[in-house]
T-cell receptor, first 112, second 115 residues
Framework: GNSVTQMEGPVTLSEEAFLTINCTYT??????LFWYVQYPGEGLQLLLK?????DKGSNKGFEATYRKETTSFHLEKGSVQVSDSAVYFC???????????FGAGTQVVVTP | GAGVSQSPSNKVTEKGKDVELRCDPI?????LYWYRQSLGQGLEFLIY????????KSGLPSDRFSAERTGGSVSTLTIQRTQQEDSAVYLC?????????????FGEGSWLTVV
């Protein structure tokens, strides 16, 4: 079956530091890949997505590249802000009817 | 409305009572999903509706859980004889149509606490 594995948190880092959250997946075929973010007290929001191999999704300074050869979709940001403190979820869709399979989530804490 | 709307936002109920959670998807979205988010369990898929097709109920944890979608729009998730392990955030989501590239939009969730 399909599965998504992402690094465990919490990840604590200082403002302006470089952030990487690793995500790998297991799926047959060619899934679409997503990063969702959940800010404190808020609902899930789509951060970025990529629908085919070598695509790069980007938004709000975050980037992730769909690497089929390593079945990965790592999230990166060059300089984090306190406002980036949130829980980040990697997810995939591997079937035409669109059920999202989520990773466990990674909490990121950015300190001033 | 502009987004997926869920009600109530918070619900505290006594063990053994029934609860109903409502979801109003984005207008025009044909696909509707229910997920559950609980500590230690992450995000679990519960049920999926697409148009007039039979719903995919493969994620419902027990027969105490049911959901319906009336008129292809509003959906209600019902939990009968609630148990403490049902305490969680219940998230509704919708998308324009199913498909690998379509974005799924989430509501802010209904926080359920069973005491």
């Amino acid at each position: 079956g399909n599965s998504v594995t992402q690094m465990e948190g919490p990840v604590t880092l200082s403002e302006e530091a470089f952030l990487t959250i690793n995500c790998t997946y297991t799926a047959t075929g060619y899934p679409s890949l997503f990063w969702y973010v959940q800010y404190p007290g808020e609902g899930l929001q789509l951060l970025l997505k990529a629908t085919k191999a070598d695509d790069k999704g980007s938004n709000k300074g975050f980037e992730a590249t769909y690497r089929k050869e390593t079945t990965s979709f790592h999230l990166e940001k060059g300089s984090v802000q306190v406002s980036d403190s949130a829980v980040y979820f990697c997810a995939l869709i591997n079937e035409s009817w669109g059920k999202l399979q989520f990773g466990a989530g990674t909490q990121v804490v950015v300190t001033p | 409305g502009a987004g997926v709307s869920q009600s109530p936002s918070n619900k505290v109920t006594e063990k053994g009572k029934d609860v109903e959670l409502r979801c109003d998807p984005i207008s025009g979205h044909t696909a509707l999903y229910w997920y559950r988010q609980s500590l230690g369990q992450g995000l679990e898929f519960l049920i999926y509706f697409q148009g007039n097709s039979a719903p995919d109920k493969s994620g419902l944890p027990s027969d105490r859980f049911s959901a319906e979608r009336t008129g292809g729009s509003v959906s209600t998730l019902t939990i009968q004889r609630t148990q403490q392990e049902d305490s969680a955030v219940y998230l509704c989501a919708s998308s324009l149509e199913p498909g690998l590239g379509n974005t799924i939009y989430f509501g802010e969730g209904s926080w359920l606490t069973v005491v």
